[in-house]
């Protein structure tokens, strides 16, 4: 079958998954992710795992342009109105969800040390559109709901930040290279600050070129082709595509005050990437391999919910949060979707010899959060008493 003819397949597959999923009030995710499940090698078969690997370049793109959306939520002038009651709530978070799941894989799985690296600093990002989508849908606004915004936008970064340490050392450990201070720090050194530089740059460079006259379609073309340019130099320099691309977004967002044009536009091109993303997301899940890493998988879910939902709330007392961001701001944190996904594609290819059971691991998560995450976010503002306080909170920036 032609490669053309099998892509338009698996979009139609996953659009309609999408809209059954919809119906039955579930994330359009979910759908998606249970459509690859049924054209991938577990069921169908309609996709293979070599056609799924030659796809890499759709969820490479795709990435970016998720990356880059998370970038417009750091403005400079909310970053400072937070000041470091956000920083330090997002970052208990982040180091509870790594370390409760890092504990779990290696003292009471007794999983290796590279393995449980990898997957607990997985375990950390956030998917911010699902709780988002909850918000909104119930015009919610108050102490917990003015925290999470920012938290899960800055707990990707975050995530992201630790799992390309963690991968550093993993490949060390993989390698049976000798360790060394260079190498340990250096590399994710470089490849932190390195992808943040590029970032930066491009994101200047953008600013510039990005008239408020312009056409849509002319500022379309421009932001699509520095998105794709930052992932390709990034990786051609062994960068993060997802950290200089997170960075580029934030340089356009607070250089440029009509930024969101540049954003909007790209909105407009991506859903199609979305879908197709996800599908193959699911077709590349092994259900067999659900056997062998079945309770490891469900261990991992609970130590990272709990983790989280710790993580949050010590955060939380130790800034003197409100009361109901102490008590339920971390079971407005589970979702897990689109970064975490992303992360396993570099996982498989990076470190292939973990690929198999984390990937199976992270899809089971993302399955079980993107459908449960949400309910969970809403009975957390419900209990806050957030529902229906705003009523025209579509007009609120997020």
Known sequence: MHVLLKLSL???FGYIFGLIAKKLKLPNVSGYLIAGLFLGPSLFEFVSQEEAKSFEIISELTLSFIAFGIGSEFMLKDLREMGKKITIITLLEVIGAIFVVFSVMFFIFKQDLAFSLV???????????????VIRQYRAYGPVTKTILPVVALDDVFGIVAFGIALSISKMLVSGDDFSIIKLIGVPLYDI???LLLGLIMGIILSFLSRKDAPKDELQIKTLFFIGAAAGLAMTLKLSPLLTNIMMGATLANLRSYAHRSFSSVNDFVPIFYVLFFTLAGASLDISILYQVGLIGFAYILARATGKILGASIGARAVKAEKTVQKYLGFAL???????IGLSVLVMQQLPEYSIAITTIIMAS???YETLGPIFAKIAISKAGEINTLPDFDQIKL
């Open 366 to 368: 993302v399955l079980f």
């Open 334 to 340: 589970l979702p897990q979707g689109g970064i975490s």
């Open 10 to 12: 698996i979009l139609g």
């Open 119 to 133: 997957i607990a600093s997985m375990s950390a990002a956030t998917a911010p559109a699902a709780t988002i989508m």
């Open 193 to 195: 600050f390195g992808s």
